[in-house]
């Protein structure tokens, strides 16, 4: 038995990306070629464009693509490593690594950014250039109010940063709904191809430079183009959009999900479920059961989940994310988050409940 409940961490490709990135890969051009062969790979570049703007609500003439949503948050933030930068304290490492120097804006124990401390924290001293928060939180699933939040940030001039990630496909990520003037995205989230993503911007705002070389991508990215996964990433683009309505179908499964792990005991914690959420994800902790040993014995019934912390070196390190909503080391230890995608069935969460069950059973006698 093979059960794959890791799809925030990379979804499972759908098969007609992964042949559309074989044909192409089996062919050759250079989009920046005037021949046949450039013209044929430039249509696959520019129709991806179109299709990743779709998306996001934007005009294809906003969407830069890059390497990946890292590549992208490193893009905007060394713009603004000199001036005065809000983020929220759930950020993904990309952020929090790159931004060392900006103040963090705190969330409350639901993994919703703290409105009052933000608004303090924009009405205090010089205003922020730059305020980036996350759309929806890796870990736990939280939908941020970004909206709000972005509306806040222009009113007192600065510009507002996204990482839509694991929104896209999940939610509507419409760049001027949500008041983005930057926005990150990555095709292997949402079912493309790994090592390919984009950055997206508002009408009038520019692209940073980052990548210097080439003229590609309107010289704000240089380097040859990834036809292949440029090409994938729109194809997957087009059919996240299409499948929004799917993840009513996922939310339902999630929440029967966590009806029956409550049932199997009473120590258990679901990290921000009084919060807006995405219908795929789930973050739940065992007080006093360390998350290796939750993988471990999943992994053992061929069951693959994620902890709700880092792993480095073999090590594991308390979540941050969990950590900055309360939950102490040891707690933050003992988490494991669950996410489903397009493949995900009805036996695959039967299968992880009875694994986990057993689990669970084992380690509170």
Excluded at 6 to 29: F, H, Q, S
Excluded at 243 to 262: S, V
């Amino acid at each position: 038995m093979s059960v794959y409940l890791d799809y925030n961490a990379t979804a499972l490709m759908r098969p007609e990306v992964r042949d559309l990135v074989i044909e192409i890969m089996e062919g050759v051009g250079n989009a920046s070629s005037v021949h046949n062969f450039g013209r044929a790979a430039r249509k696959y570049v520019e129709d991806a464009r179109e299709q990743v703007a779709t998306l996001c609500g934007s005009n294809a003439k906003q969407v830069i693509f890059t390497s990946g949503a890292t590549e992208s948050i490193n893009t905007v933030l060394n713009e603004y490593k000199d001036k005065r930068v809000l983020i929220s304290a759930i950020e993904h490492p990309a952020v929090l690594e790159c931004a060392t120097q900006a103040e963090r804006i705190p969330v409350t124990k639901d993994g919703v950014i703290d409105m009052d401390t933000y608004k303090a924290l924009l009405n205090e001293g010089e205003p922020p250039a730059l305020v980036c928060i996350m759309l929806v939180n890796s870990e736990t699933g939280v939908i941020q109010p970004i909206a709000e939040a972005a509306k806040l940030a222009h009113e007192k001039g600065a510009l507002f940063f996204v990482d839509a990630v694991q929104g896209a496909g999940r939610i509507d990520i419409s760049i001027d709904k949500l008041g983005a003037d930057y926005m990150a995205l990555s095709a292997h989230k949402m079912a493309g191809p790994q090592g390919i993503g984009a950055l997206v911007t508002r009408k009038g705002v520019d692209a940073p430079k980052f990548m210097h070389g080439g003229g590609q991508e309107k010289n704000c990215r240089a380097g040859t183009h990834n036809t292949a996964g440029i090409a994938g990433m729109g194809l997957a683009a087009e059919l996240a959009l299409k499948n929004l309505p799917h993840y009513d179908t996922l939310t339902k499964m999630r929440d029967d999900m966590e009806a029956k792990l409550r049932q199997a005991t009473n120590n258990l914690t679901i990290y921000g479920e009084n919060a807006p959420r995405v219908g795929n994800t789930c973050n739940v902790g065992i007080e006093g059961v360390p998350a290796q040993t939750q993988l471990m014995a999943l992994d053992l019934d061929g069951i693959a989940v994620s902890s709700g912390s880092a792993c480095s070196s073999g090590s594991f390190k308390a979540s941050h994310v969990l950590q900055a909503m309360g939950a102490d080391e040891d707690q933050a230890k003992s988490a494991l988050r669950i996410s489903l995608g397009w493949n995900t069935t009805a036996a695959d969460i039967e299968a992880f409940v009875e694994s986990w069950t057993r689990m669970v059973k084992r380690t509170q006698k």
